[in-house]
């Protein structure tokens, strides 16, 4: 089984819906992030979260909300999805300490359409 | 803020020809830096890393890069590419403070022919 995983994998959505990207982790990992890829301009940060009480604005951040249930969940919500959201999403994972510092561990990703 | 900067968006090569992907950063202090690789339809995955010390750093399937700090500089390298290197590679940095998040370049697609 995957570390980070992601569902869904896949959603085609219409203008104007709510949609929920959910993450979760068996890493043990305080810190989780979600990032959005769209093709030529690379991963863009749109939130994080370094513990459970702890959420933070990425780059990216307008349209989009975030809930940290618990250490191992993370999840992404577009509370009134436009077509300019249509990309690829990814949750990553990573730890404080040692020589993993800053290392993220991505899930498999959620490429999300709005029509 | 931190930002990167690749060189190249797109590059084509031949098999067993030698790979240097450019990557500079903009940040003052001291660093982390990092390249993934994303295969096609996958998700991103480290090839390798540097936070202190040596500044040639040795990766997986091959592949190695410099920091070179008075340059600003971690390139990427291979000496003899493979078909199934096809994919595309990002470069990475964060502040070495702990509390600061991965700044990612906008990635180098990398196409290697049979």
């Known amino acids: 089984d995957a570390d980070v995983t992601q569902t869904p994998r896949n959603r085609i959505t219409k203008t104007g819906k709510r949609i929920m990207l959910e993450c979760s982790q068996t890493?043990?990992?305080?810190?989780m992030y979600w990032y959005r890829q769209d093709p030529g301009l690379g991963l863009r940060l749109i939130y994080y979260?370094?513990?459970?009480?702890?959420?933070n604005k990425g780059e990216i951040s307008d349209g989009y909300s975030v809930s940290r249930q618990a250490q191992a969940k993370f999840s992404l919500s577009l509370e009134s999805a436009i077509p300019n959201q249509t990309a690829l999403y990814f949750c990553?994972?990573?730890?404080?300490?040692?020589?993993?510092?800053?290392?993220?561990?991505f899930g498999e990703g959620s490429r999300l359409t709005v029509l | 803020a931190q930002s990167v900067s690749q060189h190249n968006h797109h590059v084509i090569l031949s098999e067993a020809a030698s790979l240097e992907l450019g990557c500079n950063y903009s940040?003052?202090?001291?660093?982390?830096l990092f390249w993934y690789v994303q295969y096609p339809g996958q998700h991103l995955q480290l090839l390798l890393k540097?936070?202190?010390?040596?500044?040639l750093v040795k990766g997986i399937k091959g592949f190695e890069a410099e920091f070179i700090k008075s340059k600003f500089s971690f390139n990427l390298r291979k000496p003899s590419v493979q078909w199934s290197d096809t994919a595309e590679y990002f470069c990475a940095v964060t502040p070495n403070s702990g509390y600061s998040t991965l700044t990612f370049g906008k990635g180098t697609m990398l196409l290697v022919s049979p």
């Open positions: 890493k043990g990992h305080d810190r």
């Open positions: 979260s370094f513990d459970v009480k702890d959420i």
């Open positions: 990553a994972t990573s730890d404080l300490w040692g020589s993993n510092t800053g290392e993220l561990f």
């Open positions: 540097y936070f202190s010390g040596d500044p």
């Open positions: 940040y003052g202090g001291t660093v982390n």
